[in-house]
């Protein structure tokens, strides 16, 4: 089990920490773990975006360190072991997106299965040569949608079968395999957590529904894909930061959660949430935004319906979403709204302005 002290500060590797879901964690971590010190491994890819942690507190920034590099590169994740002792690596670094994944899915196989491999296998060396610490931990960020695709009824569960329809889903599948393998082969103490849909602040603008919002506001059609029947079950990013740190904290190690949000929806509901909240904030009249939606040729492969019975880590962790989802979406709304800047520079490219910056390579 993990546990923070309050003697020294503890390291902690996170990877894709300048993502969507690993900086709102990296933010949650410092806030309420005063004696952490996150070393965050990301490559920037279009997904990343080292604004999305500018406006850390002074003395969280103090407790950050960014290092602009591949999780692929085993010499650099070494020396990152060596330099700072890890106590765990919670793993979120992945090429997210499944229509990316559909169009080109080299990148999904490179970065999440070569990629988890290689901190799997640093990961062990590491704490091989510690002389197996018990509280030492590899907890894997992973995906509902290894288990397929559900129909109108039922939901997953920690021992549903996996079935993965998307070259996305494929690839976490595999590298959910892999820590299990490197836990059962090698005694590696590691947790897997399984999650829906998550939304909220800093998500980037290819996912349903910051791209909604973004095209309302530019007064630009919506994308539907198919009919809109399509169900997912909506987790915002705060409550599932809050489980992940439950799981990292007191979890079992190689044991695996489900985390959801308890809130199916279609995404013709979303978008019609969405407009109907939007023609409100930007006083627009009733049923405009609506006008915009547009229907559009289906995903390939498109899972009908994502449901969590996150039963397990309520029981066993205590733990349950804070946020209604009413709540949250209003929460999710304001700030794309009010962080103009940042949305203008993620839909313009601005935001890859870090190329000309020098950050610490290693
Ligand atoms: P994201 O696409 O917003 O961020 C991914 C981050 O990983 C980026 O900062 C990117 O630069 C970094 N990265 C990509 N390839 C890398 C590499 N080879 N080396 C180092 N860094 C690299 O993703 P997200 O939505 O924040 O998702 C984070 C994790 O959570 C992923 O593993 C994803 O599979 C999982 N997940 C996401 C959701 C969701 O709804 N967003 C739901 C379930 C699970
Ligand atoms: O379930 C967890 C997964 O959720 C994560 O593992 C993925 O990383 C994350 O991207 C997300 O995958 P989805 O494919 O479910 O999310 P996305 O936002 O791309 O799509 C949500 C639903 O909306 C899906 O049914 C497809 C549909 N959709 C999406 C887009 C981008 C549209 O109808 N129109 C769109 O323009």
Same mark, same amino acid.
């Given at each position: ?57 002074e003395?969280? @920034?103090?407790?950050?360190? $960014? ?13 990152l $072991?060596?330099?700072?002792? $890890? ?7 992945? +090429? ?13 196989? +490179?970065? =999440? ?8 296998? /640093? ?8 002389g197996? !610490? ?23 569960? /920690? /021992?549903? *079968?996996?079935? *993965?329809?998307? %070259? ?9 395999h $892999?820590?299990?393998?490197y836990?059962?082969?090698?005694g590696? *103490? ?30 630009? !059609? ?9 169900? &997912? ?19 079992? %190690? ?9 809130? +199916?929806?279609?995404?013709? @509901? ?13 006083n &627009? ?14 995903? *390939? ?13 309520? =029981? /066993?962790?205590?733990?349950?979403? @804070? ?22 520079s ?17």
């Amino acid at each position: 089990m993990f546990m923070m002290t309050t003697n020294n500060a503890l390291h902690i590797l996170i990877t894709g920490g300048a993502g969507f879901i690993g900086s709102n964690f990296i933010r949650h971590t410092l806030e309420i773990r005063p004696d952490c010190h996150i070393v965050n491994l990301d490559a920037l890819t279009y997904a990343g975006n080292i604004s999305n942690l500018n406006n850390l507190q002074e003395d969280h @920034q103090e407790r950050h360190t $960014f290092v602009h590099g591949n999780i692929c590169d085993p010499q650099l994740v070494k020396n990152l $072991f060596e330099k700072y002792s $890890f106590k765990g690596i919670i793993h979120f670094a992945a +090429e997210s997106h499944v229509d990316r994944s559909i169009t080109g899915p080299q990148a999904f196989t +490179e970065t =999440n299965v070569n990629g988890t491999c290689t901190l799997l296998q /640093e990961s062990l060396a590491y704490w091989n040569k510690q002389g197996n !610490p018990a509280d030492f931990l590899f907890h894997h960020v992973s995906t509902d949608e290894v288990y397929g695709s559900l129909g109108p009824e039922g939901a997953f569960t /920690e /021992e549903s *079968p996996y079935d *993965p329809s998307s %070259p996305y889903s494929a690839s976490k599948a595999a590298s959910d395999h $892999f820590v299990r393998a490197y836990n059962r082969t090698y005694g590696l *103490p590691t947790l897997i957590t399984n999650c829906s849909n998550n939304y909220g602040p800093y998500q980037f603008p290819e996912k349903l529904i910051p791209l909604i919002i973004g095209n309302i506001q530019e007064k630009k !059609p919506l994308p539907i894909y198919g009919d809109g029947n399509n169900i &997912r079950d909506w987790l915002y990013v705060i409550d599932h930061c809050d489980a992940l740190l439950r799981v990292f904290e007191k979890g079992s %190690p190689g044991e695996t959660y489900n985390i959801g949000g308890g809130a +199916e929806r279609s995404n013709m @509901q979303i978008v019609k949430q969405l407009c109907a909240l939007l023609d409100r904030k930007l006083n &627009r009249s009733p049923g405009s935004n609506e006008s915009l939606i547009t229907f559009v040729k289906d995903r *390939p492969g498109h899972d009908f319906r994502y449901a969590i019975d996150a039963t397990k880590i309520a =029981n /066993e962790l205590d733990w349950k979403p @804070q946020y209604s989802f009413e709540e949250a979406l209003g929460n999710t709304v304001d700030w794309y709204l009010t962080n103009s800047q940042w949305v203008e520079s993620v839909r313009s490219g601005e935001y890859r302005k870090w190329l000309e910056l020098n950050y610490e390579k290693r």
